[in-house]
């Protein structure tokens, strides 16, 4: 869509009053089909606490979670609401998953003990989030669904990523809200695309001289993925980087250096 007609959408959605995330919302559930994935099919036959998300995690939280199912895995969720991504997470990874919630509304205590152990606080507290941790016995999965606010997501993965074991996973979720003026905007210095972007950087401080800005992943980040609306951050010790050539054969081709460059020969055929 050209710039002129994505204005002229985004006024008639304004003017019509449906916000910019409820224009994608669906209708009604769909029906569980056969060729759905597990997680799918949890998700949509769910008849548990309500569970808000979008379609495109489904496939992603297979990717990245399918290994931890059956395991004894330590997942802890910021952003508990009515306790159905906990029951979504107790169905998938199954009863000898460690599961914690955690939530500043203290409503969210109801549903303590029912798939998991729910404490209430701030995900800007490093306080309260290396206590839940400690109760915890550590932790191999974060997954960040709470206030969606920069500086808080900064706070929990400033606190958290260094607790998370070694091979863990660090998920965010929601981060388009970053481009929404009810929590960050596309331009504050606080939206969480900015760290993003140094986080990358930073994976990168090998080959530049800048440093690397983020202490929480240093040297600990093997790989930010990111995908709409979804960032996964693995965690692992990152090497120093080496490489070498290796292989006797040898064909005729032009040195790295010239390659592309014309030749005297090319300029003269
Ligand atoms: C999007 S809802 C969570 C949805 C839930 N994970 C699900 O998938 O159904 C966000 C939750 O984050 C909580 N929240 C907001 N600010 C928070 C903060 N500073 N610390 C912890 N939780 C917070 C809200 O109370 C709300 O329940």
Aim: with cysteine; proline share 5%; hydrophobic share 35%.
């Amino acid at each position: 869509m050209s710039g002129a007609a994505r204005l002229l959408s985004d006024l008639k959605r304004r003017l019509s009053g449906v916000s910019r995330l409820r224009q994608y919302a669906l209708a009604a559930p769909l029906p569980v089909t056969e060729e759905m994935s597990d997680i799918e099919r949890l998700f949509w036959s769910n008849q548990g606490p309500v569970v808000h998300k979008w379609l495109d995690y489904l496939p992603l939280y297979d990717r990245y979670l399918a290994k931890y199912r059956g395991s004894d895995v330590k997942m802890l969720e910021i952003g508990v609401y009515k306790g159905g991504s906990l029951h979504l997470w107790r169905e998938y990874l199954g009863p000898k998953a460690t599961i914690f919630g955690i939530d500043i509304n203290p409503d969210c205590a109801s549903v303590n003990g029912i798939d998991g152990q729910v404490r209430i606080g701030s995900q800007a507290d490093p306080e309260f989030l290396a206590r839940v941790v400690r109760e915890m016995g550590g932790v191999d999965v974060v997954l960040d669904d709470g206030s969606h606010i920069g500086r808080h997501i900064r706070a929990s993965l400033d606190t958290l990523f260094p607790l998370l074991s070694d091979n863990g996973l660090y998920l965010i979720e929601d981060v388009h809200t970053a481009y929404s003026r009810r929590y960050d905007g596309r331009f504050s210095r606080h939206n969480f695309m900015r760290p993003l972007g140094r986080l990358t950087d930073d994976m990168h401080h090998w080959y530049h001289s800048g440093g690397q800005k983020i202490a929480a992943t240093a040297d600990h980040l093997l790989g930010p993925h990111i995908h709409d609306s979804l960032v996964v951050l693995e965690k692992g010790h990152k090497a120093p980087p080496a490489h070498i050539q290796v292989g006797g054969a040898s064909i005729k081709t032009k040195a790295p250096a010239q390659a592309g460059r014309k030749t005297e020969a090319d300029a003269q055929s």
